[in-house]
């Protein structure tokens, strides 16, 4: 079965360049979530979207903003990059939006931030 | 806020034994519950759910019942094996929320042979 798909899968940028992290939703998903996972934290959701508008906002960085497409995937647009970026990112999908809905996780994006 | 509180790791086991991690929960809502693995250097896969209050979740060997009295979803296996060496974090999804899922701390498991 179609997984949600990311990438890059890796990353590696200097401090204070931008990055862009592409996430695919399994097809017929119109949900989209972004996590960040720092290293041995939890992950803290960043922001959704369904229907392409953004449903809910979390502790996103100003520095950071998020779309998502007419044919529902999502970017993550992130700049001025620093240094406490490094982490994992995490894009799931589902089929609408609600606690009912169970979300599917993509691999991830390690960004590295040098 | 939601929040979910996990029991502090790390946890070691030996191979059979009987496995399980704490995980209560606070939300403003009715949430549905979730317990992950992540495997080094991997992503997050639902391990099982439960969307209501009673219902018990299972997968693999492993359990957890939604306990709303007690806001709990304490994970349980009764014989774990080298290969269910992971993190494990506890989750809820809450219906007021559009859906985002708020994860605990993660409990490291290493069950040695």
């Known amino acids: 079965a179609a997984g949600v798909i990311q990438s890059p899968r890796h990353l590696i940028k200097e401090k204070r360049e931008t990055a862009t992290l592409k996430c695919y939703p399994i097809?017929?998903?119109?949900?989209v979530y972004w996590y960040q996972q720092g290293p041995g934290q939890d992950p803290q959701f960043l922001i959704s979207?369904?229907?392409?508008?953004?449903?809910d906002k979390g502790s996103i960085p100003d520095r950071f903003s998020a779309q998502q497409f007419s044919d529902y995937h999502s970017e993550l647009n992130m700049s001025s990059l620093e240094l406490g970026d490094s982490a994992l990112y995490f894009c799931?999908?589902?089929?609408?939006?609600?606690?009912?809905?169970?979300?599917?996780f993509g691999p991830g994006t390690r960004l590295t931030v040098l | 806020g939601d929040s979910v509180t996990q029991m502090e790791g790390p946890v070691t086991l030996s191979e059979e034994a009987f496995l399980t991690i704490n995980c209560t929960y606070t939300?403003?809502?009715?949430?549905?519950l979730f317990w992950y693995v992540q495997y080094p250097g991997e992503g997050l896969q639902l391990l099982l759910k439960?969307?209501?209050?009673?219902d018990k979740g299972s997968n693999k060997g492993f359990e957890a019942t939604y306990r709303k009295e007690t806001t709990s979803f304490h994970l349980e296996k009764g014989s774990v094996q080298v290969s269910d060496s992971a993190v494990y974090f506890c989750?809820?999804?809450?219906?007021?929320?559009?859906?985002?899922?708020?994860f605990g701390d993660g409990t490291t498991l290493t069950v040695k042979p």
């Open positions: 799931a999908s589902s089929l609408g939006a609600g606690s009912y809905n169970e979300q599917f």
């Open positions: 439960a969307t209501k209050a009673d």
């Open positions: 979207f369904y229907e392409k508008m953004q449903s």
């Open positions: 097809p017929r998903h119109d949900t």
């Open positions: 989750a809820l999804s809450d219906n007021t929320n559009a859906g985002k899922s708020t």
């Open positions: 939300a403003t809502g009715y949430p549905s």
